[in-house]
């Protein structure tokens, strides 16, 4: 016995990113190489040693982060403060010396994290030559992305997000606004409710 209806047909499942294909393998390498090397330092001057150096890294990043913290906050205290009082934008030596707040408090973060590479990355990450060239090319490729998404710039992106969705289901709608009376529009025209 077969009935009139077809089975439905699923669009195809759009490919995984690359980000979303080894950032998992990446993380947990990662964590294989940080237990290995604790162990290997543990092996090699002592349980105490590997303690030593845990303990110690967390309160040098904690103090890293404490001070990048503080310094975002006497800058963002002082541009309001120039906003208030009339001034203009932050003078160029006030930017170069807020510059790299956020690789400093990533730094910091990644001092706090137990482990070896984590703590040898945040200092590298401490090393304002470092801070500054990173700041660089962070801010270049970001400007890259921006072009490459086009004119219509976040906004449309997701708009495109939000209507095409993975299912490939589409919904008709209508926008009608609230300060109409009775669903009418400026001219008094009443629009019929939404159906199929």
Do not use: C
């Not at 120039?82 to 510059?99: C, D, L, P, V, W």
């Not at 495109?160 to 008709?172: F, L, M, S, T």
């Amino acid at each position: 016995m077969t009935t009139g209806a077809s089975t439905p047909t699923y669009p195809a499942r759009p490919r995984r990113s690359r980000l979303r294909t080894f950032l998992p393998l990446g993380i947990a390498a990662w964590l294989v190489l940080e237990i290995w090397l604790l162990t290997v330092v543990a092996g090699a001057a002592g349980g105490l040693a590997v303690v030593v150096l845990l303990v110690a890294g967390f309160l040098a990043g904690s103090a890293v982060v404490k001070r990048a913290g503080r310094r975002a906050f006497r800058s963002l205290t002082e541009t309001l403060q120039q906003q208030q009082g009339g001034g203009g934008a932050a003078s160029g030596s006030e930017a170069g010396k807020n510059e790299g707040n956020g690789f400093l408090m990533l730094g910091g973060l990644l001092l706090m994290l137990p482990g070896i590479v984590s703590d040898a990355v945040g200092l590298v990450l401490l090393v304002p030559p470092v801070q500054k060239a990173l700041g660089r090319y962070t801010e270049r490729t970001f400007e890259r992305k921006l072009r490459e998404a086009g004119a219509g710039g976040f906004g449309d992106a997701y708009t495109q997000a939000r209507i095409h969705r993975p299912d490939g289901k589409v919904v008709p709608g209508e926008v009608i606004r609230d300060g109409a009376p009775g669903g009418a529009d400026e001219q008094g025209d009443a629009r019929p409710p939404l159906g199929y």
